[in-house]
Every structure is written in C-alpha cells, then in structure tokens.
C-alpha cells in the first residue's frame, strides 16, 4: 500500500502533537522538521536498498507509492507471524509520541493551575 508506512504514522502523529499543542509556530515547526529530516532518510534508504535489490526494488518503487497509501494495494493475510522482538522495538521508537503529548498536557495544566507561569505565547 506504501512504502514507509513508519513514516506516514510518524507523520500523523507528528501533525497530532502539533494540533495538541494549540500552536501554530509548534504545529509548522514538527512538520517541517519532519520533511526535512525524513526526506533525507527515505532518499538515502531507498538509494541504499536500490543498490541491494537491484530490479526488483525499481518494480517495487514503481508500483508501491512512497507516502500516500495505495488502498488497491492492500491484501489481508489468513494469518501473521510475529516476531516479538521486532515488534517490541517498533513499539519503543514511537512511544515517544504519547510521552509528548502527556508532557504538554501536563504543562497545559500547570499553566491553567498557576503553578507553572507563562514566559511567552506565540500567536
């Protein structure tokens, strides 16, 4: 369906974490640190793999978009195996997503309490 399904969710959540914040300077700086950073990885990833795989990797990118999902692509499997420690260590590098949205919440509720002041707002 796409190539960098990590990525893509990465994203969501990074525009997530933006719109949480009620900041729009907060919300355009995640985005464009995400399309600078994540332009660059994906290009050196796929250069990397390309060099791997050859013509098979060319039929792949040819067919399988980078970003925006394919639903046609999609097919559902009977069944999945499962590698645990894989999934343990996907699971580790995207929790960093709740941990920033329950930090902005906190700070959010020690501004509104008064307990943290306010040094500056942008607009």
């Known amino acids: ?6 990525y893509l ?13 009620k900041n729009i300077f907060v919300l355009t700086i995640m985005v464009i640190m995400f399309l600078v950073y994540y332009t660059v ?18 039929n792949y990118l ?24 894989k999934v343990r260590i996907s699971f580790f590098s995207v ?7 329950m930090v902005l919440l906190i700070i959010e509720h020690l501004h509104d309490t008064k307990v943290l002041p306010i040094l500056f707002t942008i607009p």
Request: aromatic share 14%; proline share 7%; hydrophobic share 45%.
């Open 62 to 85: 040819k067919k399988t978009p980078r970003i925006i999902p394919k639903f046609s692509l999609y097919h559902e499997p009977i069944e999945y195996m499962v590698n645990a420690r």
């Open 41 to 58: 990885v994906i290009k050196a990833e796929e250069a990397h793999l390309y060099n791997v795989h050859g013509k098979d990797f060319e």
């Open 9 to 21: 969710f990465s994203f969501i959540g990074a525009v997530g974490i933006g719109i949480v914040s």
């Open 95 to 101: 929790v960093w997503f709740p941990i920033i949205f």
């Open 1 to 6: 369906m796409v190539r960098n399904p990590l």
